[in-house]
Each structure stands twice: as C-alpha cells, then as structure tokens.
C-alpha cells in the first residue's frame, strides 16, 4: 500500500492539486472577507455576535459549497487523467501492489486533501470572525460541522467521480457530471427550512447534494442532517468497493 500512496504522491507533485488544496479554502474565504470589508456596516451587527456569526457561516457555505464539488472533480479527473494521458497503466500495475490498492490510494490521497482543504476553511473562518471583532459567543462547532460535515457527505460523490474517472480515458463525461452535480448543490443550497425534510425523499438518491443539505444555514439557525453524513460514507465504502472490482478486470493499454 505505500509504494502505491507514494507512487501517486511523486505524481501529485508535478500537477497543480497540492496548490489547488490550499487555493480553494483561500478563495472561500478571500471572497468572504472582501465581503465584509466593503459592506462592514450593512452585514455585521455590533454586541451581537451570535447572528455575526451565524451569517458568517451562512455566507462560507454558499461559497463553500460549489467549491468543494468542483474541487472533487477537478482532483479526480486531474489525479486519474495522468494515468490516462501518460498511458502508464501497464508501468503502474507492474509494482509490487494489487490493483485494489492502486485504486484505494487514489482515494486515500482525494479524501485526505480535501480534509487538508476543510481544515483549512474552517481556521480561516475563524480568523474572519476574531479579526473583524466577533470576539463573544465564538461558534466554534458550527464552523466545525459547517466545514466538516459536507466533506464527510461528499465520500459518496469523491467514489463515484474516481470510479467513472479511472474507467473512461475520456474525462469530458466526468468532468461534465461533476458540473451538474454542482449545479444542483447550489440549487439544493438554496432550499428553505420548510423544504428540507421532504429533500431527503429525491436527494437520497443524488449523492452530489448531500454535502449541501448535510449543514444548511439559514439566519441564525444551523439546520444539521446527520444523515446525508451517514449515507455519504456508505455510498463511499460501497461505490470504493465496486470501483476497486471493476478496476481489478480493467483491460490495460
């Protein structure tokens, strides 16, 4: 297992992914904090920290969102197209590794910078929040699920991406896929409280949205579903299982 984890580590170096793993939380929260510095007075209630908070997280999640999922897909496509382009599979399944391994290494690597990336945003919100005075009633946890809750839903989305993506030597389909997916995250992102209960009957079947509606903020209420977590890493395990089988009878060039 670590000749295939460093294998694909030596390629992970030449590519952009490692500076994208820190580009993206930038990006989320540059955004934000422009924000707040050109419409400081419009959006931040003085002595009360609460809602300041809670819209902070409301605003890092319109952001956070689309930007994971494209995040997904971009490190997907980029990570499998190498094997693709460079034509190297042969060269690649001639170590001292099972193919399953090769296969899990590739997520291993996905889930692993992406948790750099949620770590990442969430310090960063932080940093907003205490350096534009939201100094009381610090919402700790719901910065932490806000960041982390939606990177554990999207396992489901990262399995399905890495399994179209290491099948198909064309990646416009999964590329194509991974834009759609984010399209209905952002319409999904938008639903109002009243909705999110009856979501749960279609977005079951749509794991590109459960990162979404796995930590929806509206106001100053944090709308938690623990459950788009739950079916997040199960669809994962379980789509991580059946890519690793097809990739095992793969006809190699």
């Known amino acids: 297992m670590n ?51 809670a819209l902070l997280i409301q605003n890092t999640d319109h952001l956070l969102m689309p930007t994971l999922i494209l995040g997904v897909t971009l490190f997907v496509s980029m990570l499998s197209g190498l094997e693709h382009r460079g034509h190297t599979w042969k060269q690649l399944l001639a170590l001292p590794v099972s193919r399953a391994q090769i296969y899990l290494s590739k997520f291993i690597w996905i889930a692993g910078l992406l948790a750099v990336s949620s770590t990442l945003c969430a310090a960063l919100t932080l940093c907003i929040g205490f350096a534009f005075g939201f100094s009381t009633h610090v919402a700790w946890l719901p910065v932490l699920r806000e960041c982390y809750y939606p990177y554990l839903a999207a396992y489901g989305m990262i399995a399905i991406q890495l399994l179209i993506s290491m099948v198909f030597a064309n990646q416009a389909f999964a590329v194509t896929l991974g834009v759609l997916g984010m399209i209905m995250s952002g319409l999904t992102d938008a639903i109002t409280p009243d909705s999110l209960t009856h979501a749960w009957h279609f977005a079951l079947f749509v794991p590109w949205v459960y990162p ?42």
């Open 212 to 253: 979404s509606l796995s930590a929806v903020t509206h106001g100053a209420v944090q709308y938690l579903d623990v459950r788009y977590v739950v079916c997040g890493l199960v669809v994962g395990s379980a789509m991580v299982g059946l890519g690793s089988v097809l990739f095992a009878t793969k006809e190699v060039r």
């Open 3 to 53: 000749g295939a984890l460093m294998s694909d580590w030596l390629k992970l170096r030449k590519t952009w992914i490692p500076l994208l793993t820190i580009l993206g939380p930038l990006g989320v929260v540059g955004l934000n904090a422009m924000r707040y510095v050109l419409s400081h007075g419009a959006i931040v209630i003085p002595g009360d920290d609460t809602h300041n908070w």
